[in-house]
């Protein structure tokens, strides 16, 4: 199994930035992908970014190209969202996600998930 706990959401102007973190604890692998997807009430979850290890081959979301911006502190194993010029629309829960092998924009590919954490973007 493998443990997800994410932090850094809360509530920020249109304009500005966030930084969402998940730590992973648990079973290791000798690959595995982060991914953070986003869901708003009454939509399905959307892809926003991945990360893989160890090639750390990193894929996004279009909406989110040259705004969001994925790392990964494999010392502490923690993947970083960096969330820059937000916008309303981009106000949602934030999961962080976990699968052994390559990175992939689907959610049902990933096996583990975080509790997730709210981000709101105010006009």
């Known amino acids: 199994q493998v443990q997800l706990v994410e932090s850094g959401g809360g509530w920020v102007q249109a304009g500005g930035s966030l930084r969402l973190s998940c730590t992973a604890s648990g079973r290791t692998f000798s690959s595995i992908a982060m991914g953070w997807f986003r869901q708003v009430p009454g939509q399905e979850r959307e892809f926003v970014t991945a990360i893989g290890w160890p090639d750390a081959n990193t894929i996004y979301g279009d909406y989110v190209k040259g705004r969001f911006t994925t790392s990964r502190d494999n010392a502490q194993n923690t993947v970083h969202l960096q969330m820059n010029s937000l916008k309303p629309e981009n106000t949602a829960v934030y999961y962080c996600?976990?699968?052994?092998?390559?990175?992939?924009?689907?959610?049902?590919?990933?096996?583990?998930w975080g509790q997730g954490t709210q981000v709101t973007v105010s006009s």
């Open positions: 996600a976990a699968r052994s092998g390559s990175v992939r924009p689907d959610a049902w590919a990933y096996t583990y």
